[in-house]
């Protein structure tokens, strides 16, 4: 069974700096693309950054310059470095794995970033 456990979340003051990491449980994880989406209250989730098995990375318009995807294949890791944070940052960030048709979902990690 797949699991993908996120951590990193949590408090941060504006301009501050987190790094959220994902943990995959899947065999191959090389073949994964491995993305970190984000749900706002009130708001749909959205894509923020996707890395895919080929190492080439895309960000919503909103962080680019700010937010870095990485992954780490020979541990499995996923993560995403975020920077110059701003108040409209604060959401549930979810890690997700895709190849194959097959989708997996993390359970969030909370990122709130606020004086």
């Known amino acids: 069974q797949v699991q993908l456990v996120e951590s990193g979340g949590g408090l941060v003051q504006p301009g501050g700096s987190l790094r959220l990491s994902c943990a995959a449980s899947?065999?191959?994880?090389?073949?994964?693309?491995m993305g970190w989406y984000r749900q706002a209250p009130g708001k749909q989730r959205e894509l923020v950054a996707v890395i895919t098995s080929g190492g080439t990375s895309s960000y919503v318009d909103s962080v680019k310059g700010r937010f870095t995807i990485s992954r780490d294949n020979a541990k499995n890791t996923a993560t995403l470095q975020m920077n110059s944070l701003k108040p409209e940052d604060t959401a549930v960030y979810y890690c997700?794995?895709?190849?194959?048709?097959?989708?997996?979902w993390g359970q969030g990690t909370q990122v709130t970033v606020s004086s």
């Open positions: 899947v065999s191959i994880f090389s073949r994964y693309a």
């Open positions: 997700n794995a895709r190849a194959a048709g097959s989708v997996y």
